[in-house]
């Protein structure tokens, strides 16, 4: 047939793919140009170079073949020479193209084939792009679908306008689909792939715990009340923490709804997935004690640098506090961010009774004072010679049964084991190597110098390359559990911001920074409101 023989027809073609396809109508209009372009060049030669335009109003087709303006032909078909090119257009320069028409193409069984498979392939790519934008944009969000097959445990569901993938590692466990099954999920990841955009859902994503609270409980969805944390073991257990921003509404009570109402709809979603929810405070201690119910805690001790908590709990209550297989004290721990140690009453009071007889024994090697004296250092809660040795005299002599005499003689022990204890770190340093000039970086004990000393640095060059996470160590996150990496200075009682400030001290002692480089501290302007700030 001829090209030209039905304008309308190509037009009604256009407009049928385009709305089944749900693309945009000139994307099937510049794939039929293409298709005809290749079409007409197996027509009239490879050589050739033709465009194809098609009139999005009208259907008409014009086919033109192009011309390179050139000096010297060289390739005939495709160039034209300035002196030729000038009588067709006035115009016409170096480098321009100009177009010489030509007459409609009859298409063959082979031509239109081809032409067919061009059309395919570019309604299809630009089909992918359409549904790679849309939900790119919709990542976050739950979509309902229908399973349309089930491939080695992974759930392929059919969104209507789209397919997407559930790996089985994002099901809920013992949860089965078959076809046609409705499913709900979160979309959490989207790539363009080569075979197409692939659009990740999932179940088992703690988000999506998040979304279905957020369609059952209207003062989620508008921001009343948000949810700072989610824990999950996926089918057994979850653990969230909500907060409100209204002191009128209960976000416990809210999340729950009457008689259960708004939670039993999550957990029925969820498999029948059993949640706790505690109300959130920026007050970790609180924080523990809420998710670690329905176990009482009789004490929580917190270490905000390692962001680690100890939680002792009543002897009987230890298998509640740490749960099922350790479920609750792993998703409490994941709830709030920082690992969670349990004891039992007994064996915090074992460990105390352990460490006062360590303490007591440090004394009386350390002081040679004999055992009742050393106990009774310990019992008042000195756990180092250098607390004894800097403490104001009054506080040792406040001590039952001693006087200041004897609190002086036990100071000055402390002071004279310092001393030689210095006096015999110094010497290691020395032979390790480690320069003297380290003693000027403030904050460094000769004990500090030693450990660094080990580990290979030696001098103040050394030190100022290093960072904070170098010295007191870091921790890394990952699936729940935290990771504890030591640093050289680890066994020293040596916050991040003070690691911080000696490594400034040493930049600028190795020249490698100015003092307009030195972070400055912030000085009151009025000294009188700062004291009499502080007295209030």
Known sequence: MAVSANRLELLQIADAVAREKSIDRMIVIEAMEEAIQRAAKARYGAETEVKAEINPKTGELRLWRLLEVVERIEEYGRQISLKEALT????????????????????????????????????????????????????GEIVNGSVKRVEYGNVIVDLGRGEAIIRRDELIPREQFRYGDRVRAYIYDVRREQRGPQIFLSRTHPQFMAKLFAQEVPEIYDGIITIRSIARDPGSRAKIAVTSSDSSIDPVGACVGMRGSRVQAVVGELQGEKIDIIPWTNNIA?????????????????????????????????????????????????????????????????????????????????????????????????????????????EIASIG??????????QNRATEFLDAQERALDEERQSLGVEDALYDIPGLSAAMLVALGKDEIKTVEDFAGCVADDLIGWSERKDGETKRYEGTLSDFPLSKEEAEDMIMAARLKAGWITEADMPQAEVAEDEDAVVEGAAE
């Open 401 to 410: 049964g001693f006087d200041e005499e004897t609190a002086g003689e036990i």
């Open 286 to 394: 609180d924080l523990v004690v809420s998710a670690l119910q329905p176990a009482d805690v009789a004490k929580v001790v917190l270490d905000e640098q390692a962001e680690r908590v100890e939680v002792v709990v009543p002897d009987e209550q230890l298998s509640l506090a740490i749960g099922r297989r350790g479920q609750n004290v792993r998703l409490a721990s994941q709830l709030i961010g920082w690992d969670i140690d349990i004891l039992t009453e007994q064996e915090e009071s074992e460990r105390r009774q352990k460490e006062f007889t360590e303490r007591s024994t440090l004394f009386m090697n350390a002081l040679d004072v004999d055992e009742m004296v050393a106990q009774l250092l310990a019992s008042e809660g000195f756990s180092s010679i250098e607390e004894l040795a800097y403490v104001d005299l009054a």
């Open 88 to 139: 067709k257009n006035d115009a016409a320069k170096l480098g321009d193209y100009v177009t010489e028409p030509l007459p409609p193409i009859e298409f063959g069984r082979i031509a239109a084939q081809s032409a067919k498979q061009v059309i395919v392939q570019k309604v299809r790519d630009a089909e992918r792009d359409r549904m790679y934008e849309e939900y790119v944009d919709r990542m």
